[in-house]
Structure formats: C-alpha cells, structure tokens
C-alpha cells in the first residue's frame, strides 16, 4: 500500500487525521462488499454477463475477494489484493488524501507494483491520426485514441451548441457567438476560433411557394462550423504538434435535408481532381452544399481554402496537423473538405476525418482518390444507426469473371453506387446499458456515439463490463427500494 498526503491547514492531530482516513477507507470498503460480494451465487448468475465480461471487470475495476464480510465489520485482506492499480482520493474540510494501491494477488507488493512508463501523446500522436491506418489502436479500442476520439468529439458537440435553431429567432441559422469566443465560454480552452464556415444550398424552393411558406423554410445560407487552432503553448508541447480542428455540426435547416435527398452521384469538378480523373463522383447534395455560394456569403469551399493558405503560410515552419471533424451532414462534408485540401495544397501537413454517424459519400474512384492523396479517414459507425447505410447501395469488388463484371458496370451507371471510405471503428448500441430509449434519432444522435467510444472496450467485449456490472446493481437497488 502506498499513500501519498497532502495536507494543509490542519488544525487536528496527526492521529484524529490518520483515524478519521481509516473509518472513511473502511465505510468504504464496506460499500464495496455490500455491492459486490456475491456469496452462494456466481456473478454470471447473478448478474447474468459472461466470463469474459466478469474478467474485464476485474481487471478495469474492483475484484470481490479485495473484502470480507464479517459479522463485526469488515476483515481487509491485502494478500488477496487483485492484480490492479486503484485509486481513492478522500477530502474534507482541513485535509486530503489519495491512496493508491498496487499489488500483485500473490500479496508481494515489490514485484509488480512499479510504475510501467507509457508513450505520451507527443510521441504517438502520428498513429493516433492515423499514419499507419490506426493498425493495432482499434480492436481493442486505445485509451489513448479513445480520448482523441471524445476530444475531437466535443468539438463538434461546440458547433451544435452555437448554432441558433430557434426559428423565431432573429438570428436563426447563424452563431450565437459570432466573435468568435464560444469555445472559451465552454470551457474550451488551448484553441482559438480563426474561422466560421457558412455552408450554402444549391437548391432552392420554387417561386410559387415563397409567400406561402415561412421564411426561416427557404432559408439557404447558413452557419456550419469552424475553424479553430491551438494557441496554447503547453497543449502544443503535450500534442507533439500545433492542432488545427475544423469541425461541422449536422443537418438542421430543411434546405439542408432538401440537398440530403439528392443522393445521386456526380462527379467532382475539375478543380477538385486531377487531370487525369474523370471518373470520381460524390452524392449531389453534399457537393452542392460544399461549392454553392449566395449573396455575401461566399462557399464553403472558398472559405476553407483562403483559411488554411494563411494557416499553413503562418505556421510553415512549425509541426502541424489539420484534423476535420463531424456529425452526420457535417461528417460528409467533413471527408470533401480534407480531400479538398489534400488535392489544393501542396505542401499540406497530415490530413485526418474523424467522422460521427456520416452517411456514404462516394463511389470507389473517390476512395482511391483519398487513399493515393494520404487523406486518413476514420469512421466511427454504430451498427443500429441506419444513417450510416445511406445513400445508395455498395457493392463488392470487381469480379474476374465477365459477365458478373459487365452487371456490376451496368449497376453503376445508374449513379447510384456507393464506397465505404477510411477505416471503421464499429460500436453497438442494442446492448448498451446507458441507452433506455433505441429509437432512430438516439442510434444516430452525437451524444449516444460518444457514450459508446467512451465504454467500447473490444469486438469481443463490446461495452466495458464495469458499466454493465454497475447498472445491473443499480437496477436492482431500484427494484428493492420499489419494492
């Protein structure tokens, strides 16, 4: 056991401190043996998970056999300490302490109990953008890509949160926050707003309806995003480099989901390929959203061409890295605009998508496009979200034999036949404890593929078993109390 005590003001004795941290340790592990010893039955019995979820239990958490329960009290048993490291911080008004234990089951605290150093960020931080396609960080999930992930994430959760979607709002369809200083204000901080983004509808209503609908309906213009840098110094010495983020939110005017139903192919326009292209197409309504400008908001496109030229100008001497990021619409428009860079600029760092629940974007040629360009997509896809098997259909590989082949290029000509781009990181949401209600709008919802990255442990053991565990206690508890 060892014990590290940070006190300060204190006005009780040393002993009345060291007392009053032994009851707290021992209501403590009373708590403990109270909720998860098990006695005649098993916990597969008892809580109905099977041997490999109760191992990763063990292993992430608490092990039963930590504790006795006696009639007296409890009996600590530190011989049959599982092979983990625990912490448990307690404070109060004049004091606190953190206890941490490690221990090896066999009660010899001196052989395993020695801290293992692990890569930081600044060092891993090329894998975890995915410069050897993520290989080995997946299956099971990394807990250092894991928190990339959920960083990336809550960028995009920004985005949402200052979009104004009040329709009786003035200011409907644009940023709450239009200096720019809405991440500070969410506790956002290391990065600095450079940029917003307008995306613009190529579609619009017929001119019949513009006095019979409300205005906020033909709405075509509106605010998508951002683009942020880290300004922070030491956040740039723990990332191993200066992040750029650019990050979009998901569909939410009906002029958006307008152009989302324009799910054909189309092919990408000249100055978005090369020369010796022609056969790269991508979904209608996300080009059209992408290069489609009104009035004095110029495309998406423009504006994210001149922002990165001043940022790769500004920071051409410094390691750099340009994630973009999104949900839904915004994870499509995500995978355009890294390709947009790549194929613009030269001289571009590390492109990497991290992308939420994105629909199908195009067809085999614009992955292959992606691939040779060194664009790195990362796909975060729950199983039960049906967004992410639209639009169009897939089809395998081309085949050897002629008449199979002859079908396939028949097949896509209707324009019609989408590719799965980048690599996956595949979640389930049907047995994921957190979630009471699996309607349509909750598998696809940004909050419920965070919940999932954050508790996707492997393929094999979909959801960390201590959460499992854990609410499986719960619901019981409820049932007494009910009861």
């Known amino acids: 056991m060892r014990a590290n005590f940070d006190i300060s003001n204190t006005k009780s004795s040393k002993k009345n401190i060291i007392s009053s941290v032994c009851l707290k340790w021992t209501q403590h592990k009373a708590w403990l043996t109270t909720h998860y010893v098990f006695k005649d039955r098993t916990p597969f019995e008892k809580y109905h998970i099977s041997p490999d979820e109760w191992d990763q239990f063990k292993r992430s958490r608490l092990d039963p056999s930590w504790v006795k329960l006696a009639a007296t009290g409890v009996i600590i048993r530190p011989n049959q300490f599982a092979n983990i490291s625990h912490t448990q911080t307690f404070t109060t008004n004049h ?6 234990n490690s221990c090896n089951p066999k009660g010899d605290i001196n052989s395993s109990s020695q801290c293992v150093s692990k890569p930081v960020m600044k060092d891993k931080w090329m894998e975890f953008q995915g410069v050897k396609n993520w290989e080995g960080l997946l299956d099971p999930l990394d807990d250092g890509l894991r928190r990339e992930i959920l960083r990336y994430g809550e960028f995009v959760e920004a985005a949402y949160r200052c979009f104004d979607n009040d329709t009786s709002s003035p200011g409907y369809a644009t940023c709450r926050h239009p200096g720019g200083s809405f991440l500070t204000e969410m506790g956002k901080t290391g990065y600095e ?9 190529g579609a619009h209503l017929p001119n019949w309806s513009t006095n019979r609908v409300p205005s906020w309906v033909s709405t075509r213009s509106s605010w998508i ?3 942020a840098v880290c300004n922070d110094e030491k956040e740039i010495a723990r990332l191993g480099r200066r992040d750029v983020v650019i990050a979009y939110r998901g569909t939410a005017t009906c002029m958006e989901w307008i152009e989302n139903l324009r ?3 189309t092919r990408l326009p000249t100055d978005m390929t090369s020369s010796n292209d022609s056969e790269s197409m991508v979904q209608s309504g996300f080009l059209s959203l992408y290069t489609s400008s009104i009035g004095n908001h110029p495309s998406l496109q423009h504006s994210i061409r001149d922002e990165i030229n001043k940022i790769l100008e500004k920071y051409a001497h410094e390691p750099l890295s340009i994630t973009v990021t999104g949900h839904s619409l915004g994870a499509a428009l995500a995978t355009l605009t890294a390709h947009d860079i790549t194929s613009t600029f030269a001289n571009a760092p590390l492109v990497t998508v991290v992308s939420f629940g994105g629909p199908r974007v195009g067809n085999r040629k614009f992955r292959c496009q992606l691939e040779k360009s060194g664009t790195k997509v990362l796909r975060i896809v729950n199983s039960d979200d049906p967004i992410t098997k639209v639009p169009g259909f897939v089809l395998e590989e081309e085949s050897t034999d002629h008449v199979t082949n002859w079908v396939q290029r028949r097949v896509e ?11 996956e990181l595949r979640l389930s949401s049907r047995n994921c404890p957190g979630l009471e209600k699996r309607s349509v709008a909750t598998c696809h919802d940004l909050k419920t593929y965070l919940h999932l990255v954050d508790n996707f442990v492997s393929s094999n053991c979909p959801i960390k078993a201590t959460v499992r565990v854990l609410n499986r206690v719960k619901h019981e508890e409820q049932k007494i109390l009910v009861g």
Do not use: N, P
Not at 413 to 423: H, L, M, P, R, S
């Open 225 to 227: 995003g951002y683009v």
């Open 263 to 265: 799910a054909t192919l």
């Open 193 to 201: 707003v450079t940029r917003s983004l307008h995306a613009t509808c």
């Open 95 to 100: 004091f606190s302490l953190k206890i941490t």
């Open 413 to 423: 000509d209707t324009q019609w036949v989408y590719a799965e781009i980048g690599k």
